[in-house]
């Protein structure tokens, strides 16, 4: 079983920036690829990123693609989302989640989800 923890998530201005953190304990890190999802009120939950280390590209959203990156630190067992030019519409819980070893898993059908950070981007 893997249990993962979001951090990082706060209140920030349009056009600001903010790292989410995601750090996974249970299981052997390197089997798992991580994604993140966010919600905002009202709204459907999206898949927005993913990394998985048997894979050579993340996956990046269209939304989110040239203003957000994820990169991953397996010493740390943590996955980051690193965020920039936030907009009010970016104003969502974020989500990390755990698939084994793919992303088509870990944002198709995730095994294990987080708790979520929340992110309010204020105009």
């Known amino acids: 079983e893997v249990q993962l923890v979001e951090s990082g998530g706060g209140l920030v201005q349009v056009g600001g920036s903010l790292r989410l953190s995601c750090v996974a304990s249970?299981?052997?890190?390197?089997?798992?690829?991580i994604g993140w999802f966010r919600q905002a009120p009202g709204k459907e939950r999206e898949a927005i990123a993913c990394?998985?280390?048997?894979?050579?590209?993340?996956f990046l959203a269209g939304s989110v693609k040239g203003r957000f990156t994820i990169s991953s630190d397996n010493a740390k067992n943590t996955v980051y989302l690193q965020m920039n030019s936030l907009k009010p519409e970016d104003t969502a819980v974020y989500y990390c989640?755990?698939?084994?070893?793919?992303?088509?898993?870990?944002?198709?059908?995730?095994?294990?989800w987080g708790e979520g950070t929340l992110v309010t981007v204020s105009s």
């Open positions: 990394i998985s280390g048997g894979e050579m590209e993340p």
């Open positions: 989640t755990a698939g084994l070893y793919h992303c088509a898993v870990a944002v198709g059908r995730p095994d294990y």
């Open positions: 249970g299981s052997t890190f390197d089997d798992y690829a």
